[in-house]
């Protein structure tokens, strides 16, 4: 079996599991091994009982106290309870349908008991705990459980069965040899893999991800460097001085740029008005104004003669910066196309034929720009909005057509300069370290699950108000077995709580063209509130916005809070965020204060860092919005320095050859 063998040749997978995996674009045994899990679940510490919360995952060291009882209800079924006592108080523990335990509860001494803690007639009670001897306990405490994004269809237990199949059958060739190897001191791939599917240890798990993080750099780094060695010239048929355009489009602003604004469009402007194609990163947080910036990179180089293009990850955010762009765009007669993955072949056909003639003078698009070759014969600049969520080999694919035009990344991912700098190789950076104007910082609060009416009154209040507010859940459904609310019966529950709101509701689930659908509507105000999972995470702006409340917060990486807690306070009013803590621990609490007093996301970023405990050290994936599938550049400085180095030390004939591998289509790995 081979890394690109189809995913259906696996002991076990047939049709039905493969649409699943299909819908997480796993499609072949390599994209299945590289579907690393997004944490490590590991036996937190014991509390005592005193501390216990409705709804948190706890474990609690006490003894049973009283004899265990069992009642059967009318339904057959039966209950078993037992009172379960620490020093600081106690507890009801039940089980449904497991009279059997009733002899072990009666032998137990001291035990760990692991469960959720739940409400009913009596108070407090622990539910359906998983029971543990302390010596027991403590070795689960060394081990990591990898935890997977699924989805419907797939369970743990049948995806590591399938992971362990392939580990098995699949050859994993390590196109490292052994020397450099031994030299970077790096494990094999095959170990790698084996490793962070089935982790033995923290320190074991550490060292597979260095070596897979290694692997990710080193094809970017290459990626990158090809990109820079594209030199050809652009024949410059644009006069010295294209400023036309762009200052329309400052003086119909309802704002005044920023000083930040300013330097780095003139950054811009420089390197269109230069010969040479521009490879330039403008990095800068969320809220920062950065689309402004394209826009007027865009309509000058439009002026210059050219066609540009906007390239963005999602297909709700094509829409609304094409909706923008055509605004801006109409008064200066730069005609605007639209091209997305949901539109008929019909109208993607004419879309690309008016680009292919030249009538279409920018074009903005999701990834479906990439896919299929669109005809731009005279593009001159590329815009990758977000481009943390795009490939470079893809980028590269856009790039080989025609003339190398002028390429613009936009990134919101706070990286410390240094790191950029060396993940960007000589790229040019422009930092817009301003924010626009009378932004009131968002006022933040962490509360417990307690303060929910309370935090739902709230919304209410804003809404009256005139404004709309984002609710955030972390999942659509309990396929992974945690605790996740779940979006559909949190939007039902929230309208029973408030039956007069219109609240909408937005999932990665549903199709592109619903999503849109949702999006405008609540763009246009025809929903107070919008229920989501993270999907609406990138850059969509909605100035009405006032107050997003984030459920399970602690759930989330402290970089994604920031992102989506920058989807309020663009306009300016007050705007709040809510951080609702789902589980009991003080950890989480204390990363998660750290936002209400962080408003930087460079210092967020790099406190979330420091504040990774074991389990999380993969950092609680940022939802699938990284270059980099288990590389993280800051966790990972280290071997990102050594994959440059050694990307810069390659002869030309490795060079070469690495290049070939590296932006091959299929996602094999790279031969050094
Ligand atoms: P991001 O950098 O996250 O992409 P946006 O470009 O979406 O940010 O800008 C966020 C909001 O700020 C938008 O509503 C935009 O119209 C507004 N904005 C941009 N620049 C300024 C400015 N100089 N003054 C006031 N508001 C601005
Ligand atoms: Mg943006």
């Given at each position: 079996m081979r890394w690109n063998s189809p995913i259906t040749e696996l002991k076990g997978i047939g049709p039905k599991s493969a649409e699943a995996y299909h819908r997480l674009r796993i499609e072949t045994v390599g994209d299945l091994l590289s579907w690393f899990p997004k944490k490590y679940d590991t036996f937190e510490a014991e509390r005592p009982i005193a501390d216990a919360r409705e709804g948190r995952l706890v474990t609690l060291l006490g003894t049973f106290s009283g004899n265990p009882r069992v009642i059967t209800t009318g339904k057959g079924m039966t209950i078993l309870t037992c009172?379960?006592?620490?020093?600081?108080?106690?507890?009801?523990?039940?089980?449904?349908?497991?009279?059997?335990?009733?002899?072990?509860?009666?032998?137990?001494?001291?035990?760990?008991?692991?469960?959720?803690?739940?409400?009913?007639?009596?108070?407090?009670?622990?539910?359906?705990?998983?029971?543990?001897?302390?010596?027991?306990?403590?070795?689960m405490m060394k081990t990591l459980r990898p935890v997977y994004g699924l989805t419907a269809g797939l369970t743990k237990t049948s995806v590591a069965k399938a992971v362990a199949d392939a580990l098995r059958q699949c050859e994993i060739p390590d196109p490292m040899p052994v020397s450099m190897r031994k030299e970077l001191r790096l494990w094999s791939l095959k170990d790698a893999y084996e490793e962070v599917h089935f982790?033995?240890?923290?320190?074991?798990?550490?060292?597979?991800?260095?070596?897979?993080?290694?692997?990710?750099?080193?094809?970017?780094?290459?990626?990158?460097?090809?990109?820079?060695?594209?030199?050809?010239?652009?024949?410059?048929?644009?006069?010295?001085?294209?400023?036309?355009?762009?200052?329309?489009?400052?003086?119909?602003?309802?704002?005044?740029?920023?000083?930040?604004?300013?330097?780095?469009?003139?950054?811009?402007?420089?390197?269109?008005?230069?010969?040479?194609?521009?490879?330039?990163?403008?990095q800068g947080d969320v809220g920062s104004g950065k689309t402004v910036i394209a826009e007027m990179a865009l309509a000058t180089i439009a002026e210059a003669g050219y066609q540009g293009c906007l390239m963005v990850p999602t297909e709700v955010?094509?829409?609304?910066?094409?909706?923008?762009?055509?605004?801006?765009?109409?008064?200066?007669?730069?005609?605007?196309?639209?091209?997305?993955?949901?539109?008929?072949?019909?109208?993607?056909?004419?879309?690309?034929?008016?680009?292919?003639?030249?009538?279409?003078?920018?074009?903005?698009?999701?990834?479906?720009?990439?896919?299929?070759?669109?005809?731009?014969?005279?593009?001159?600049?590329?815009?990758?909005?977000?481009?943390?969520?795009?490939?470079?080999?893809?980028?590269?694919?856009?790039?080989?057509?025609?003339?190398?035009?002028?390429?613009?990344?936009?990134?919101?991912?706070?990286?410390p300069r240094t790191l950029a700098m060396m993940l960007y190789a000589d790229l040019d950076i422009s930092l817009l370290d301003e924010m626009p104007g009378e932004r009131l910082r968002i006022k933040t609060a962490v509360v417990d699950g307690g303060y929910r009416?309370?935090?739902?009154?709230?919304?209410?209040?804003?809404?009256?108000?005139?404004?709309?507010?984002?609710?955030?859940?972390?999942?659509?459904?309990?396929?992974?077995?945690?605790?996740?609310?779940?979006?559909?019966?949190?939007?039902?529950?929230?309208?029973?709580?408030?039956?007069?709101?219109?609240?909408?509701?937005?999932?990665?689930?549903?199709?592109?063209?619903?999503?849109?659908?949702?999006?405008?509507?609540?763009?246009?105000?025809?929903?107070?509130i919008l229920v989501s999972t993270t999907v609406i995470e990138v850059g969509i702006d909605v100035a009405n916005a006032t107050v997003i409340l984030i459920e399970d917060a602690e759930r989330f990486g402290l970089a994604t809070l920031h992102q989506l807690r920058g989807r309020v306070g663009r306009g300016n009013k007050q705007s709040y965020c809510i951080l609702v803590q789902g589980s009991d621990s003080d950890e989480a609490r204390e990363r998660l204060t750290v936002l209400q007093t962080a408003a930087d996301g460079f210092a967020i970023a790099?406190?979330?860092?420091?504040?990774?405990?074991?389990?999380?050290?993969?950092?609680?994936?940022?939802?699938?919005?990284?270059?980099?599938?288990?590389?993280?550049?800051?966790?990972?400085?280290?071997?990102?320095?050594?994959?440059?180095?050694?990307?810069?030390?390659?002869?030309?004939?490795?060079?070469?050859?690495?290049?070939?591998?590296?932006?091959?289509?299929?996602?094999?790995?790279?031969?050094?």
């Open positions: 009172t379960f006592r620490d020093v600081s108080g106690t507890i009801a523990a039940k089980w449904f349908n497991a009279p059997f335990l009733r002899k072990q509860i009666s032998q137990a001494k001291y035990v760990l008991l692991r469960g959720k803690i739940s409400r009913d007639r009596g108070g407090l009670c622990i539910l359906q705990p998983e029971i543990y001897t302390p010596e027991r306990y403590r070795e982790p033995k240890s923290e320190e074991t798990t550490k060292e597979a991800i260095r070596r897979l993080a290694f692997d990710e750099f080193f094809r970017f780094l290459v990626g990158i460097r090809s990109v820079k060695e594209q030199t050809e010239v652009i024949p410059n048929r644009h006069p010295a001085f294209m400023t036309e355009y762009a200052n329309r489009i400052v003086r119909s602003l309802s704002y005044a740029l920023t000083g930040a604004q300013e330097r780095c469009f003139q950054e811009i402007a420089e390197d269109l008005r230069g010969e040479s194609p521009m490879q330039r990163l403008l955010l094509a829409k609304q910066h094409f909706a923008e762009l055509c605004r801006r765009f109409e008064p200066l007669g730069i005609s605007v196309g639209l091209l997305t993955g949901s539109m008929t072949a019909a109208e993607k056909r004419t879309v690309r034929e008016a680009a292919e003639k030249g009538e279409i003078r920018v074009l903005v698009g999701t990834h479906a720009l990439f896919q299929q070759s669109v005809g731009l014969p005279e593009l001159g600049l590329v815009v990758v909005d977000e481009q943390h969520r795009f490939g470079v080999e893809q980028r590269r694919k856009l790039t080989d057509k025609g003339v190398t035009p002028h390429v613009l990344l936009m990134s919101a991912t706070p990286i009416p309370k935090a739902w009154k709230f919304l209410e209040e804003h809404v009256r108000a005139g404004e709309q507010c984002y609710v955030i859940c972390p999942l659509i459904e309990e396929s992974d077995g945690l605790e996740a609310n779940n979006v559909s019966d949190y939007a039902e529950q929230l309208k029973e709580a408030l039956p007069d709101l219109r609240i909408g509701l937005l999932h990665g689930r549903m199709s592109a063209s619903s999503k849109n659908e949702v999006m405008e509507a609540y763009a246009a105000h025809d929903y107070d790099e406190k979330d860092l420091q504040m990774r405990g074991p389990g999380d050290f993969f950092g609680i994936r940022q939802s699938g919005d990284n270059v980099f599938r288990i590389a993280d550049p800051i966790r990972d400085a280290e071997v990102l320095t050594l994959a440059k180095r050694t990307v810069d030390s390659l002869t030309k004939e490795q060079y070469a050859k690495a290049v070939k591998l590296c932006l091959a289509d299929n996602d094999t790995n790279v031969v050094y």
